[in-house]
Every structure is written in structure tokens, then in C-alpha cells.
């Protein structure tokens, strides 16, 4: 008797994410816009890093993209415009990526690296 595979969904799919986001009508200095982004991500529950440049995020398709809609609406409450830059790493079958990744690189040059 042939064993079925279940069906992986959306959800179960794994990915990193990373995203910039800040509004472009409110001046030079953006970081309460930002910060009020990362409450949302923190309070998510999915793990993640913030770098200088932007948030990497780890976790479920779905809920990652649902994180980054939910930044968006919260930014766009008391912003007329809003920049965003999405980028996305889907590798099948594979979790724990946001430290992995990092690591085989440090391992692979046989010394530790300045990471966020």
C-alpha cells in the first residue's frame, strides 16, 4: 500500500522575507514609523532580525506576507505614501534559515562576522 504524502500549503511553506518600509511624506527622520512597524513584528511571534537597512522575518508564507499587509496599514493611518521593498527567500523544505545562513558563511571563513 502506497503512503500519501500530505499536501503542503502556503502556510506550511517556510520563507525569509526582508522588507523596508517608511513613509515619504514626513521628513528626513523615519524611525518612530519604523518602530511602530517592529512593535508589530515583534508582537508577531515569528522570528526576525533588524539591520540598519530593513527587518528579515522567518516563517510561514502566509503569515509573514499577512505581517508585512498589517505594517503597511498601520504606516498608511497617518501616511499619505508609503515606500516598500520586499524581497523573498523560499527554499523547499527548509526552517531556521535566519541563523543558518548566517552561520555557514562564518563557518565557511573560519572566524565570526559583524551581524545584526
Known amino acids: 500500500m502506497a503512503i500519501k504524502k500530505k499536501a503542503?500549503?502556503?502556510?506550511?511553506?517556510t520563507i525569509l522575507l526582508e522588507f523596508s518600509m517608511?513613509?515619504?511624506n514626513k521628513g528626513d527622520?523615519?524611525?518612530?514609523?519604523?518602530?511602530?512597524?517592529?512593535?508589530?513584528?515583534?508582537?508577531?511571534?515569528?522570528?526576525?532580525?533588524?539591520?540598519?537597512?530593513?527587518?528579515?522575518v522567518e516563517g510561514p508564507w502566509d503569515d509573514?506576507?499577512?505581517?508585512?499587509?498589517?505594517?503597511?496599514?498601520?504606516?498608511?493611518?497617518?501616511?499619505?505614501?508609503?515606500?516598500?521593498?520586499?524581497?523573498?527567500?523560499?527554499r523547499k523544505g527548509h526552517q531556521g534559515r535566519l541563523v543558518s545562513k548566517v552561520e555557514s558563511v562564518k563557518q565557511k571563513l573560519g572566524r565570526d562576522l559583524k551581524t545584526s
Open 22 to 24: 517608511s513613509p515619504l
Open 64 to 90: 509573514v506576507l499577512g505581517l508585512v499587509k498589517s505594517c503597511l496599514k498601520a504606516m498608511a493611518k497617518d501616511c499619505d505614501r508609503v515606500s516598500a521593498i520586499v524581497k523573498i527567500d523560499y
Open 8 to 13: 503542503r500549503s502556503k502556510k506550511d511553506e
Open 29 to 56: 527622520s523615519v524611525s518612530a514609523y519604523v518602530a511602530r512597524s517592529l512593535k508589530l513584528i515583534d508582537e508577531s511571534g515569528l522570528d526576525y532580525r533588524l539591520n540598519p537597512m530593513g527587518t528579515v
